[in-house]
């Protein structure tokens, strides 16, 4: 083959005899040849290729575990790798900057910079970008897939009360896991559900009784099924804590401090109705009583652990915290620019509602979302027309920073469906390698005994079980196999 | 490479003067290289032998075990021993990508290729789509299933448009006139007008209802309740009326009854007329208990339900419908959206409940009544009839008005781009069925000039496949064919995507016009019969090149399925076995066997006046055609060979040779044959892909393969046709070059080669079928599947038939009278097959002929197109 040597240098030929003491290189990576200068190379010392100028003399075992073949006649070295990813590798010796080729994914081509040994800060900015989001998206499949294999991991080495833990955990946690998990789940909804209408419906008056005191109390009945709601709720987070592997994380997780939340208040009024007259005043427990009432409206949070849609909605709402801090900030603004607006040019008419900018504030929330009441609402002209204008400006001031948040929702709800199969596919493919790199293990060995004389020591090298790009270091190998087994049956 | 066609022409050369190389050649070559030279579609890759022993299952894998020159030329398409170099006709791009798995262990792939092309580039290399890396698979399975869905769709409009077949009963034809009439505003001015008054009915009728609340315009009755006015009632009572009338026709004009009665616009027609008539019904039954309340209460909700005729608009507005589906396909979002709200509304309205009770005479009188409140400022509505008064209330109500507007917005963007994205796609098919209109018009002018086959094909396989998940198939075989066509998770290329090989072969035997190609082509199977078989194994020993052709021959051994496909440029060998060897040649099964059934169509022997041979053997050619055809009207799949049929082969080949021999040595004639085999070789392709790709699934559940091979045959028909108009010009140009004679034979050989496809495909295939139906008598599923079938195609075949008898016209009107002839002879000489006579008598094809004596039933059919 005749392949474009190398088009850059058209004076190889010409000129290499002549400089004879500057080191020339031919490289020839998977069928492309290319041709460098050991200067060149050398500029960036911890890569591959400068290594292979610096080891010539080392011998050819130094060269051979280096390169894949060398051929002593041409004096040319073989690398078995992609051709293309090398060609704009090698731009960092000659502009000592790397751009990706369109279409190339990032992280083969990061692979192979790590191959070449080429630092990924070589990696232009432009495509930098590009790599991070590939990444970061492999870290979440990664995430995801130590979740799985967290829950499949149950050895039967441990004790068995680590064991019962483990199922006590799956039970509750994992409602997909098995048949009776899915129920409790579905139980637990109910559960909540029933207390937040109890609650609801626990205010109306019409089903208050009246105590011997002249106080409004709960209807028994809805008394009864609260504390029955408690009890539950109550259980659920105390097995939950007792099987959770690691106590701290769990208690500190927000969906837990919810839950704690949600039964607390229960708690704490029983303990200060019993307790707490003896300590202080009737009437400062009733208050305390009622002020606790309020948190109740936590269990509502409960359900968010059973809709994935509202956890999308938490997510998106995590990530986009500039966003909606900007959002605050232009409708404060606007709040405040507008009541004062308000309330001076309301100042004329005498029977004015806007009684002062702090009340006022209130006039400029509720036009500025667009709600409008009609409790407040300008009477001159020039208030009218500030009115008009901060209603525009509200809108605006809403609908601008709410694109990006909305965005985040859509892309982070997208990606939850795309996220779990590659979670599922990764699964397959660790299993699918494993399986293999065992099959093949035995298989490579004896044919490395065979084939030792003739491709020389550095064959075995090579061949090991690869893993995926986005496999986990964290797994140690038996625990691998040990997963595998569990899929198997 | 540049270095690479040099190479090739060498190797090229050489391979058709002398022997293939000895497996020492070959394995000498191996040895004395570490690295192996691989170019893929031009693209010279350099790669170590041992990277490729990492997958041994794979295509690449098995090039280092192949030590004979036949093994070799399975797996790759050529190969040079001293470059070092072996030639793979695929997709460079995607190679890269899959070369690179072997080097690293890791699939990527390249972001801008197509996913349907890499799907099918890791078929044919033997990789398997699992190992395709996380960061790539996401994005491909997206693509795929997007893919898939867009096919599913087309195959879904492709079966309603198919499924109003107006067949079965009484005056089919006015029904269906009927029907265009009411159902497609766009068929005709009429309908239109109809469509037009229709509408002004329904708005008409929903202005009468409006009306008829006001105060004013109402009466009072003896019980002093509120009654229609007269005028309105009259109004109303002839909307209904026609609404009434359109419903029945429509209901009387549907093809399916019961999915007419089941449609969603046809059920809103129901809920418009049935209120009008149950009110009547309860007012005349109970006139004289009129006066109790829930009578009245009952009336009037039936009243109400009269608004719904306002959806009746939803026929007449693509908008309201795409609406409707856009609701239906996110009630995903739509649930969110409402458990977003509830939850907020719950949040805040108990908030605010704590925050505003101790304040008097307020309005947050319990967290159930302050529901409203949260309600009306989540949705920023606001009629103010509640609102807090305290500090800390107002507070309350300044973060529900803003997490109201944020709640509200971020479910919604999910569900325009659904609504988007459907619109869009109602679009696309718009184009879509204007395209294919535009082809099929195209087709009939014979002007379109298109080579992308394999595209075609790809997408039919998809069509198909969906369309037979669609006939109800269990999960599990529905798997099966995936795994067929989509995934073949194992390495099994002998089977692999049969109608992709046939495409890309018989494909690149068209373009190249290759003497290796078209020679590895030359078909023994076809004849199936073991005897003949020996035969041509002899023959092709006794020729002297035993080239490339025994590639497919030593995978015939193998693989039945691929062979039949590979049968079909089959009618190629007579022109090249001529042009090199002349007679000696001739003697290759097929040719002669393609004579035959030349001269079979013949039965006058007037036409060849300067070969006296053709009187005689024209019995033997006969029944040759009648065995042959049998099967060939089997496309429901049922067989019938008769055993006596392997000897009048037998016959016939030695009869028929000579003449052969004489009509090859026309030059003349054999330039116009050239352009007859092509145009054979296409028409047979066309239903070869059809009938062939369904066999899988027969096997596998036969009882839907006859209704998936329906579509899947209209479908492919559809995506074929610009391939089959190329064919189609070229026979049109035929005539202008050569004398009437030829012209004739262009006719003959069409045929010719679709029965010899057609029974090289049921040999197999078929057989596997008899024990489901006994031969000659057709169950009842087959038999209704064939008329469908028939009947589907009914216009496909007339516009064919036209531009071939068109073509035919100018040159042989002789011709022409003799087809008449023969048609007429299988009118009268069937007396069983009935159903093949009602399409007989549909449009008499020229090329419908029937022997007598051939024992009657199963007759020959076009197949050609």
Request: glycine share 6%; aromatic share 8%.
């Amino acid at each position: 083959i005749k392949m474009a040597a190398d088009s850059r240098f058209p004076d190889v030929d010409t000129d290499g005899s002549e400089k004879s003491e500057e080191m020339e290189i031919v490289v020839n990576v998977g069928g492309v040849r290319q041709v460098f200068y050991g200067d060149n190379l050398n500029q960036y010392p911890e890569t591959r290729l400068a290594e292979l100028v610096n080891c010539l003399s080392g011998g050819y075992d130094s060269i051979f575990s280096l390169c894949d073949d060398y051929d002593p006649g041409k004096r040319e070295f073989y690398f078995d790798r992609d051709p293309d990813a090398f060609k704009c590798i090698i731009d960092v010796y000659y502009f000592g900057e790397i751009h990706m080729k369109k279409g190339i994914c990032p992280i083969c081509f990061k692979n192979e910079m790590e191959f070449w040994k080429v630092d990924l800060k070589f990696l232009d900015d432009c495509c930098k970008a590009h790599l991070s989001e590939k990444k970061e998206e492999l870290e979440e499949i990664a995430r995801r897939v130590q979740l799985i294999l967290d829950d499949l991991g149950v050895d039967a080495s441990e004790s068995r009360w680590k064991r019962c833990q483990k199922c006590i955990w799956k039970f509750l946690e994992k409602p997909e896991s098995s048949c009776p998990a899915r129920v409790i789940a579905v139980l637990s909804f109910l559960f909540i559900l029933i207390s937040s209408v109890v609650m609801c419906v626990g205010t109306i008056p019409d089903l208050q009784v009246v105590d011997a005191e002249g106080n409004r109390m709960e209807h028994p009945i809805l008394d009864s099924i609260e504390t029955a709601c408690i009890g539950w709720f109550t259980m659920e987070y105390v097995l939950r804590l007792i099987s959770s592997p690691n106590k701290l994380h769990f208690a500190l997780s927000f969906m837990n401090i919810v839950d704690v939340l949600a039964i607390l208040p229960f708690y704490v009024s029983l303990t200060l109705t019993h307790l707490g007259a003896k300590l202080m005043e009737l009437s400062n427990v009733q208050q305390a009583v009622q002020a606790l009432r309020i948190m109740r409206i936590a269990r509502i949070f409960k359900l968010a652990r059973h809709s994935s849609g509202l956890q999308t909605l938490t997510y998106a709402l995590k990530r986009s915290f500039k966003e909606l801090g900007l959002l605050l900030m232009y409708l404060a603004v606007g709040i405040f620019v507008f009541s004062a607006l308000g309330y001076t040019m309301e100042q004329s008419h005498p029977e004015t509602l806007f009684k002062s900018i702090p009340q006022s504030f209130w006039w400029a929330i509720i036009t500025m979302t667009t709600v409008g009441y009609g409790d407040i609402y300008p009477k001159t002209t020039l208030g009218k027309l500030n009115a008009a204008i901060s209603f525009l400006c509200g809108v605006i001031a809403i609908a601008l920073p709410i694109h990006p948040i909305i965005n985040n929702f859509v892309r982070y709800y997208n990606k939850q469906r795309v996220l779990e199969t590659a979670a599922k596919h990764e699964l397959e493919l660790m299993e699918l390698n494993s399986a293999e790199g065992r099959a093949t293990g035995s298989r490579s060995e004896l044919e490395d005994l065979s084939r030792e004389g003739k491709d020389g020591p550095f064959y075995s090298s090579r061949i090991k079980v690869s893993h995926s790009d986005t496999f986990i270091h964290l797994l140690s190998e038996e625990k691998h196999y040990r997963t595998r087994l569990q899929s198997c049956k | 490479g540049p270095a690479m066609p040099l190479g090739m022409n060498k190797h090229g050369s050489r391979s058709t003067t002398s022997l293939p190389p000895d497996p020492t050649e070959i394995v000498r070559s191996k040895a004395c290289s570490r690295r192996v030279k691989l170019n893929v579609g031009g693209l010279a890759h350099e790669v170590l032998w041992r990277t490729l022993d990492r997958l041994p299952r794979t295509r690449l894998g098995k090039l280092r075990d192949c030590n004979t020159h036949d093994s070799l030329m399975e797996i790759c398409d050529d190969y040079n021993l001293e470059e070092n170099e072996y030639f793979f006709d695929r997709h460079p791009g995607a190679f890269t990508s899959i070369l690179n798995f072997y080097r690293t262990g890791k699939l990527h792939m390249m972001e801008e290729m197509c996913a349907l092309s890499f799907s099918q580039e890791l078929d044919y290399w033997g990789v398997d789509e699992i190992y395709l890396e996380s960061c790539c698979q996401a994005r491909y399975h997206q693509k795929k299933e997007q893919m898939n869905e867009e096919l599913k769709r087309e195959a879904e409009t492709l079966r309603e448009r198919e499924g109003e077949e107006f067949d079965n009963t009484c005056c089919a034809e006015k029904r269906k006139k009927l029907w265009d009439l009411l159902e497609k505003p766009n068929s005709s001015v009429a309908a239109k007008i109809l469509a037009i008054i229709s509408i002004m009915f329904i708005v008409l009728s929903t202005i009468a209802l409006s009306l008829n609340t006001l105060p004013e315009l109402q009466g009072v009755d003896e019980f002093g309740q509120t009654t229609d006015n007269p005028q309105l009632a009259h109004v109303e009572a002839v909307c209904i009326a026609w609404f009434t009338m359109e419903y029945l026709l429509r209901f009387l004009s549907s093809p399916k009854k019961w999915k007419f009665f089941k449609g969603p616009l046809n059920a809103i027609d129901l809920l418009a007329i049935l209120p009008y008539y149950v009110t009547i019904f309860l007012t005349e039954s109970n006139k004289s208990v009129l006066q109790f309340q829930n009578v009245r209460r009952v009336v009037q909700i039936f009243r109400i339900m009269r608004i719904l005729r306002i959806l009746k608009l939803a026929r007449h507005s693509t908008g309201l419908q795409s609406l409707g589906f856009t609701l239906r396909r996110s009630y995903n979002e739509l649930g969110l959206l409402i458990l977003f709200l509830a939850m907020g509304i719950m949040i805040f309205s108990s908030l605010v409940f704590f925050a505003e009770k101790d304040e008097d005479d307020t309005k947050f009188k319990s967290i159930p009544a302050s529901f409203w409140w949260a309600t009306i400022t989540m949705t920023t509505v606001g009629y103010g009839d509640i609102y807090p008064k305290t500090l800390l209330g107002k507070i309350v109500g300044g973060l529900c008005c803003i997490a109201g507007v944020l709640v509200i917005a971020l479910p919604i963007p999910i569900i325009v781009n659904n609504f988007s994205e459907f619109y869009k796609e109602q679009k696309r098919q718009e184009k879509a069925i204007k395209r294919r209109e535009a082809l099929e018009r195209a087709k009939r002018n014979g002007s379109i000039v298109s080579m992308n086959m394999k595209d075609a094909f790809a997408r039919s396989i998809e069509l198909m496949d969906i369309v037979v998940e669609k006939n109800g198939e269990s999960i599990a075989k529905k798997d099966k064919v995936q795994d067929n066509h989509l995934s073949p998770s194992k390495w099994k290329w002998t089977k692999r995507t049969l109608s992709e090989t046939s495409s890309s072969k018989s494909f690149e035997t068209k373009e190249q016009g290759s003497p290796e190609k078209a020679r590895s082509s030359s078909s023994p199977q076809h004849l199936n019969v073991q005897q003949l078989e020996d035969m041509y194994n002899k023959m092709a020993k006794t020729q002297s090149q035993p080239n490339l052709n025994t590639k497919e021959s030593s995978q015939s051994g193998k693989q039945k399925e691929e062979l039949e496909m590979e049968t079909l440029p089959g009618p190629m060998v007579p022109l090249l076995a001529t042009r090199t060897d002349g007679i000696i040649d001739m003697r290759s099964m097929s040719s002669i066997d393609s004579f035959i059934s030349c001269a079979a169509e013949f039965p006058d022997a007037g036409r060849f006046s300067h070969s006296p041979l053709t009187a005689l053997p024209c019995k033997g050619g006969i029944n040759v055609i009648q065995e042959q055809s049998r099967p060939e009207g089997s496309t429901a799949r049922y067989v019938e060979m008769n055993p006596s049929s392997e000897s009048s082969h037998r016959s016939a080949f030695f009869i028929e040779s000579p003449k052969s021999s004489i009509k090859a040595s026309n030059p003349l004639k054999l330039r116009s044959l050239k352009v007859n085999f092509m145009e054979e070789d296409t028409s047979t392709l066309v239903p070869a892909s059809n009938v062939l790709r369904t066999y899988p699934d027969p096997l596998k559940s036969r009882g839907a393969a006859a209704t998936a091979t329906d579509t899947s045959l209209l479908s492919d028909r559809s995506l074929m046709s610009p391939e089959t108009s190329i064919y189609t010009t070229a026979s049109a140009r035929t005539p202008t070059k050569s004398p009437e004679p030829q012209a004739a034979i262009a006719f003959n050989f069409h045929d010719a080669g679709i029965h010899k496809y057609i029974d090289a495909d049921t040999d197999d295939e078929g057989q596997l079928m008899y024990d489901s139906s006994p031969p000659g008598n057709v169950s009842p599923k087959y038999n209704v599947a064939n008329s469908g079938y028939l009947k589907q195609k009914d216009h496909v075949y007339r516009t064919e038939k036209n531009h071939l008898e068109a073509a035919a016209l100018p040159t042989s009107p002789k011709l022409i009278g003799q087809n008449c002839i023969y048609s007429m002879e299988g009118i009268t000489g069937r007396t069983q097959g009935n159903q093949e006579t009602v399409r007989l008598e549909n449009h008499i094809s020229p090329e419908v002929h029937v022997l007598p004596g051939s024992g009657g039933h199963a007759n020959t059919h076009d197949q050609s197109i």
